[in-house]
């Protein structure tokens, strides 16, 4: 191995250091706010729905469809896809829309997730949703450090990039799958 | 407007709201208060049991609790023993909540909700 890769391996590991830290800081944050504010339990809005819950479980829909889009395109900026077999200029830019798009979506949930609901243990299904709604945060701000930071390691990316996806697949399976799947009788789907 | 514009504008939208919904976490308090001016049974029942029977108790996920739960369970132990130990889709509460504070929040769901 020659001086130069070592030097730049000493280097990405406080950057690599600082965007975990980051990360970690914003889900225990969250987390910790989530245990100690009192619920208020207010459903504060519902746009076209017919309740905070719909939209709710709608806009988390919408976001893991964008964010399989990002995925995708992902794949075919990095190559992994082939097709189109030319990729389009527009690409990167589209890969950031539907991306911010999908966390401009999330803000509304998770706000009223922890001011009205907080942090609660009662199913397994609600603790698992609680814990994985904090860690996508924090690995979306690890992701967005790892984004505008040079010097990392060339696996960081795809690795925050899958967290931040796996856990908002698992935000979707915990609410808006169980909803449309298990929810009892007389709610309404809208 | 170009792709890349638009997207750097969404992108700034995106900053204002996600600052905004932090701030609102903790300046937007109900007007009835919640700490020390609520009542123990209030709150255990808006840490607990709200997320389904709704904040006023009118249902949600769960059943409707206001205005019907007294005549549902006359014997207020009756009540007591399904919290405590869950019925269908409810969860039991033994592990999570004494005994007080399950009476209390019964109490609760009986008068202040308008039982």
Redesign the interface.
Same mark, same amino acid.
């Given at each position: 191995m020659t001086a130069p890769a070592i030097e730049r391996r000493d280097s990405a590991v406080p950057r690599l250091l600082g965007v975990f830290l980051w990360g970690a800081a914003v889900s225990v944050a969250l987390g910790v706010y989530a245990g100690s504010h009192t619920p208020t339990g207010e459903k504060p809005y519902s746009l076209f729905f017919s309740g905070t819950l719909q939209l709710k479980v709608w806009f988390t829909t919408a976001a893991f469809v964008l964010a399989c889009l990002q995925v995708l395109l992902a794949m075919r900026l990095y190559g992994k896809l082939r097709r189109p077999a030319t990729a389009p200029s527009w690409l990167g830019d589209a890969h950031r829309l539907s991306g911010t798009v999908a966390f401009v979506l999330s803000l509304p949930v998770a706000y009223h997730c922890l001011w009205s609901l907080g942090y609660q243990s009662t199913t397994t299904r609600v603790v698992v949703h609680s814990i994985v709604g904090c860690i996508f945060y924090g690995a979306f701000v690890a992701k967005v450090l790892s984004v505008r930071m040079e010097g990392l390691p060339g696996w960081t990316l795809p690795v925050v990039g899958g967290l931040v996806f796996a856990s908002l697949v698992a935000i979707f399976l915990t609410s808006s799958v169980w909803y449309f799947t298990d929810r009892p009788a007389g709610l309404p789907l809208f | 407007m170009s /792709?890349?514009r #638009? !997207?750097s504008l !969404? =992108?700034i !939208? +995106?900053l204002v +709201? &996600?600052l905004t919904?932090v701030l /609102? #976490?903790f300046v937007? =308090?109900?007007d009835d208060g %919640? %700490?020390s001016a609520?009542s123990t049974g209030a =709150?255990i029942? $808006? $840490?607990?049991c709200?997320?389904?029977h709704? &904040?006023t108790g009118k249902g $949600? !996920? %769960?059943?409707r609790l206001a205005d019907v739960v007294v005549g549902r369970y006359p014997d207020v132990a009756d009540e007591i023993a399904v919290v405590t130990v869950g019925r269908l %889709?409810m969860?039991a509460f033994s592990g999570?909540l004494s005994a007080e504070e399950i009476r209390q929040v019964v109490e609760y769901t009986r008068t202040d909700l308008g039982g």
């Open positions: - | /792709l890349r #638009l !997207v !969404v =992108e !939208v +995106a +709201a &996600a919904f /609102l #976490l937007n =308090e109900p %919640g %700490g609520r =709150e029942y $808006s $840490s607990n709200a997320t389904c709704g &904040a $949600s !996920v %769960g059943p %889709g969860p999570r």
